[in-house]
T-cell receptor, first 114, second 117 residues
Framework: AQSVSQHNHHVILSEAASLELGCNYS??????LFWYVQYPGQHLQLLLK??????LVKGIKGFEAEFIKSKFSFNLRKPSVQWSDTAEYFC????????????FGAGTRLFVKA | GAVVSQHPSWVICKSGTSVKIECRSL??????MFWYRQFPKQSLMLMAT?????????EQGVEKDKFLINHASLTLSTLTVTSAHPEDSSFYIC?????????????FGPGTRLTVT
């Protein structure tokens, strides 16, 4: 069965620090990968997605993620975080062979100190 | 991008009553819609997959008689929480999908917060 693991449940950073959130998935076939953000009191927003092609994906708000197939990983990065990046971040995966059901990781709660 | 709406955005109901939540794809046709629930400070958990014109497929542990799903058209799916209890209080989120080859993206609705008193 598909599963998604996010290694960090809570991350606290100071502004301007670099961010890397880990995500590993368990699935043998061709997958589509996503990172979503949920700001306090708001609904999910798509940060970036990977379907195929260049494994380094750039998203909105300066975020990027790298798909490493051999490691089943899709880590999210940002060189310099801002206070406004305080939110919860979810990694997600789906695949045609799984009926395109999107499975979410447990989420990482990021708090950026001003 | 594609827009998915949900109605209502929040609802309070008494224990034992039923509540219907609508999910609409506004500018595209969605052959498949998904229903999730999210408890406070937790991740989204898939409840069921809804395909237009056929019965929904429920995830393990989700009571199909309690959470009735109807996908009557390519732009509308409804979730009815029957005989609601306080433990059903949660944030319910739907998503609708567009499939193109192997590429697939879900568009999420804003969610419906259900409080059962």
């Amino acid at each position: 069965a598909q599963s998604v693991s996010q290694h960090n449940h809570h991350v606290i950073l100071s502004e301007a620090a670099s961010l890397e959130l880990g995500c590993n998935y368990s699935y043998g076939g061709t997958v589509n990968l996503f990172w979503y953000v949920q700001y306090p009191g708001q609904h999910l927003q798509l940060l970036l997605k990977y379907f195929s092609g260049d494994p380094l994906v750039k998203g909105i708000k300066g975020f990027e993620a790298e798909f490493i197939k051999s490691k089943f990983s899709f880590n999210l990065r940002k060189p310099s975080v801002q206070w406004s990046d305080t939110a919860e971040y979810f990694c997600a995966v789906n695949a045609r062979t799984g009926g395109f059901k999107t499975i979410f990781g447990a989420g990482t709660r990021l708090f950026v100190k001003a | 991008g594609a827009v998915v709406s949900q109605h209502p955005s929040w609802v309070i109901c008494k224990s034992g009553t039923s509540v219907k939540i609508e999910c609409r794809s506004l500018d595209f046709q969605a052959t498949t819609m998904f229903w999730y629930r999210q408890f406070p400070k937790q991740s989204l958990m898939l409840m069921a997959t809804s395909n237009e014109g056929s019965k929904a497929t429920y995830e393990q542990g989700v009571e199909k008689d309690k959470f009735l799903i109807n996908h009557a058209s390519l732009t509308l799916s409804t979730l009815t929480v029957t005989s609601a209890h306080p433990e059903d209080s949660s944030f319910y989120i739907c998503s609708a999908s567009e499939i193109s080859g192997e590429s697939y993206e879900q568009y999420f609705g804003p969610g419906t917060r259900l409080t059962v008193t």
